[in-house]
């Protein structure tokens, strides 16, 4: 959990932008973040009465993060393809991670709207995020469409993904 203030904290789980948001929130509300990092955990002991903002993200493009984040910090190799990736990943829904302390956020925000979010409950013009995941040190070249050209993969995703497509209201590719 990432304490804003007084009123607010936010939780983004991995691969929703996590230290963008938190990192810019923090610098436009004067957090000093020089001894701390912005977390994934949902710490209800350090919450008191604050309002929970959780980030949630499109469970596709959240996939997609997740093959070339593993890859940038090397947990698979550079190699691995996103074929061998969306067949056999093992990752949670975020919903299933967090079900437990869902009952607690007070509003979920998806990482598409976020300019509109943070300017709607802060007040705060935050530089544009344009929805897409850019780095420079992995990139495959694998547009979304072409990643998802493949029905099987659609098909895996919305099985694995259910409980997050259901909950924060993603639409189903297929």
């Known amino acids: 959990m990432n304490i804003l203030n007084d009123e607010f904290a936010i939780v983004s789980p991995i691969r929703c932008g ?18 701390k990092s912005p977390t994934h955990s949902f710490d209800l002991d350090i919450m008191e009465d604050r309002k929970v903002i959780f980030i949630v993200r499109n469970p596709y493009k959240r996939l997609r993060s997740i093959f070339r984040w593993e890859k940038d910090i090397g947990t698979i190799p550079l190699d691995y393809s996103w074929d061998d990736f969306v067949l056999n990943n093992a990752y949670s829904p975020i919903y299933d991670s ?20 943070v300017k709607n409950i802060f007040n705060i ?31 895996r995703v919305n099985k694995q993904f259910k409980n997050d497509f259901i909950h924060f209201q993603y ?3 297929i």
């Open 18 to 35: 996590t230290r963008w948001i938190v990192g810019l929130l923090w610098d436009y509300l004067g957090v000093d973040w020089s001894k």
């Open 98 to 117: 967090y079900e437990d302390k869902l009952s607690k956020v007070h509003k979920f925000v998806k990482l598409e709207n976020i300019n509109k979010e």
């Open 125 to 155: 013009d935050l530089p544009t995020y344009n929805n897409e995941y850019f780095d420079n040190h992995v990139d495959d070249g694998i547009t979304f469409e072409k990643a998802y050209s493949n029905p099987e993969y659609v098909k």
């Open 171 to 173: 639409e189903m590719l």
